[in-house]
T-cell receptor, first 107, second 118 residues
Framework: KNEVEQSPQNLTAQEGEFITINCSYSVGISALHWLQQHPGGGIVSLFMLSSGKKKHGRLIATINIQEKHSSLHITASHPRDSAVYICAVKLRDKLIFGTGTRLQVFP | DTEVTQTPKHLVMGMTNKKSLKCEQHMGHRAMYWYKQKAKKPPELMFVYSYEKLSINESVPSRFSPECPNSSLLNLHLHALQPEDSALYLC?????????????????FGPGTRLTVL
């Protein structure tokens, strides 16, 4: 069993829909990253959080440390949001990555 | 300057070649990382430099040789690679070195070098 599990693995949406991607982890962590990777591209850090909720534009990330669960929400989704979204947890000196959620938003 | 840059963007090399990947940041970060990412897989950590010293080597084969000449620059020297080493190589940096880094030591990633070994 992976230490970091994401769901769903694949997600398609129509432009404008509200999207939720979930991340569950089984280890004690100090922080959690949400990352975005476009096809063939590098990785962009969206959020790093250790408690509560963060918002940046149309993106919202929440974390519940007791339940070992985090969610990434995208409001008013747009085709340019199509990418792989990766959850990564910080465990001591390392990041442990989830397998990613591949999101496609259609016009 | 708030980004991590990597050169080259693409590299094709034969199994007998020697080449180097370069990573640079001017954010004053004191930890730098090399990751390898195969298609449709998450990144795998290879090396971590903290305060210009190699802190973590994830049992990477010796045909990959990292170097950190100064706090802004990280190289990955490649020699006698195999076709299975073809991947996207990502560099990242974070503000603090690993010791006592604490919670808020966010990693910033570069765009990657796509390596093909023939």
């Amino acid at each position: 069993k992976n230490e970091v599990e994401q769901s769903p693995q694949n997600l398609t949406a129509q432009e404008g829909e509200f999207i939720t991607i979930n991340c569950s982890y089984s280890v004690g962590i100090s922080a959690l990253h949400w990352l975005q990777q476009h096809p063939g591209g590098g990785i962009v850090s969206l959020f790093m959080l250790s408690s509560g909720k963060k918002k940046h534009g149309r993106l919202i990330a929440t974390i519940n440390i007791q339940e070992k669960h985090s969610s990434l929400h995208i409001t008013a989704s747009h085709p340019r949001d199509s990418a792989v979204y990766i959850c990564a947890v910080k465990l001591r000196d390392k990041l442990i990555f989830g397998t990613g959620t591949r999101l496609q938003v259609f016009p | 300057d708030t980004e991590v840059t990597q050169t080259p963007k693409h590299l094709v090399m034969g199994m007998t070649n020697k080449k180097s990947l370069k990573c640079e940041q001017h954010m004053g970060h004191r930890a730098m990382y090399w990751y390898k990412q195969k298609a449709k897989k998450p990144p795998e950590l290879m090396f971590v430099y903290s305060y210009e010293k190699l802190s973590i080597n994830e049992s990477v084969p010796s045909r990959f040789s990292p170097e950190c000449p100064n706090s802004s620059l990280l190289n990955l020297h490649l020699h006698a690679l195999q076709p299975e080493d073809s991947a996207l190589y990502l560099c990242a940096s974070s503000l603090r070195g690993l010791a006592g880094a604490g919670v808020h030591n966010e990693q910033f990633f570069g765009p990657g070098t796509r390596l093909t070994v023939l």
